[in-house]
T-cell receptor, first 109, second 117 residues
Framework: SQQGEEDPQALSIQEGENATMNCSYK?????LQWYRQNSGRGLVHLIL?????REKHSGRLRVTLDTSKKSSSLLITASRAADTASYFC?????????FGAGTRLTVKP | GAVVSQHPSWVICKSGTSVKIECRSL??????MFWYRQFPKQSLMLMAT?????????EQGVEKDKFLINHASLTLSTLTVTSAHPEDSSFYIC?????????????FGPGTRLTVL
């Protein structure tokens, strides 16, 4: 079964704008990870944030984690058309990983 | 980084036939491999957890007699879709994981697209 929900389910923005996606989960976790998937392709690991971390940066990506609210957000700054993809959060605890439903991001040039 | 491969990358088969998908960890040993299924425009759904040398653990609703999993070595797990039907058409993704590693990161294969005619 899926662990959580992403919102929005779909997001369409113009190139250069920021994109924010949210993820909520249900159980306790060791870490939370964000993945990207281009249509019909495999997963690309973006960033991992541990349960004792609150914020993490990687290039144009910023991830926050609020374990009290069981939620995380992914911010992509200065978006590019090449960022168009589906983005999934996945929670891990004891080796088991569960994926959220995903957000389909479209960045218009 | 760790590399996981899947073979084949895509397969088309006739209804009623069986299809085997391989998942290999190329540069590390994986005691645990996971199999996921993804339908179009949906998320990944965990099908089963495969531990080397033991029987796989299937998620609720996944038929173990239909989706046969073998994890005979620390670098190879196979998923066999038996008597495939059109509703089994999906994108199958495996991942590899070693408990006790510094992170809980799973390393994902590129996926196998199965189309059953």
């Amino acid at each position: 079964s899926q662990q959580g929900e992403e919102d929005p389910q779909a997001l369409s923005i113009q190139e250069g704008e920021n994109a924010t996606m949210n993820c909520s989960y249900k159980t306790s976790i060791n870490n939370l990870q964000w993945y990207r998937q281009n249509s019909g392709r495999g997963l690309v690991h973006l960033i991992l944030i541990r349960s004792n971390e609150r914020e993490k940066h990687s290039g144009r990506l910023r991830v926050t984690l609020d374990t009290s609210k069981k939620s995380s957000s992914l911010l992509i700054t200065a978006s590019r058309a090449a960022d168009t993809a589906s983005y999934f959060c996945a929670t891990a605890g004891g080796g088991d990983m569960r994926f959220g439903a995903g957000t389909r991001l479209t960045v218009k040039p | 980084g760790a590399v996981v491969s899947q073979h084949p990358s895509w397969v088309i088969c006739k209804s009623g036939t069986s299809v085997k998908i391989e998942c290999r960890s190329l540069d590390f040993q994986a005691t645990t491999m996971f199999w996921y299924r993804q339908f179009p425009k949906q998320s990944l759904m965990l099908m089963a957890t495969s531990n080397e040398g033991s029987k796989a653990t299937y998620e609720q609703g996944v038929e173990k007699d239909k989706f046969l999993i073998n994890h005979a070595s620390l670098t190879l797990s196979t998923l066999t879709v038996t008597s495939a039907h059109p509703e089994d058409s999906s994108f199958y993704i495996c991942s590899a994981y070693t408990p006790g590693s510094r992170t809980d990161t799973q390393y994902f294969g590129p996926g196998t697209r199965l189309t059953v005619l």
